[in-house]
């Protein structure tokens, strides 16, 4: 079993960057791979980045050029910088860990584990 528990949310002024960072607890940590998730109020849960057991990343159009998602394998972390903040991107923020390195990295099905969320909230 894995537990994720991500931090770093908060309410922050439009434009303003934020690190979110997610610990997953128990063993092989590097062979997952690993995603952040959002969901705003009234609407579904969106894939925002994700990171490969292998480094390789992929991120959502809205925001590409704006976010950042990196891993620390030897802390069991995975983070994700955002910066240039908007309104939009208020939602609560989750971490997820896909164990089968499903290439699916998009979708919700294929991960396997889920943090509780961390609110974001962004002020005009």
């Known amino acids: 079993q894995v537990q994720l528990v991500e931090s770093g949310g908060g309410l922050v002024q439009t434009g303003a960057s934020l690190r979110l960072s997610c610990v997953a607890s128990?063993?092989?940590?590097?062979?997952?791979?690993m995603g952040w998730f959002r969901q705003a109020p009234g609407k579904e849960r969106e894939f925002v980045a994700a990171?490969?057991?292998?480094?390789?990343?992929n991120y959502a159009d809205s925001v590409k050029g704006r976010f950042t998602i990196s891993r620390e394998n030897a802390k069991n972390t995975v983070y994700l910088q955002m910066n240039s903040l908007n309104a939009d991107d208020t939602a609560v923020y989750y971490c997820?860990?896909?164990?089968?390195?499903?290439?699916?990295?998009?979708?919700?099905?294929?991960?396997?584990?889920w943090g509780q969320g961390t609110q974001v909230t962004v002020s005009s």
């Open positions: 990171i490969r057991w292998n480094g390789k990343t």
């Open positions: 128990g063993r092989a940590f590097e062979d997952y791979n």
């Open positions: 997820a860990a896909d164990r089968e390195q499903s290439n699916d990295y998009a979708s919700i099905q294929p991960y396997d584990y």
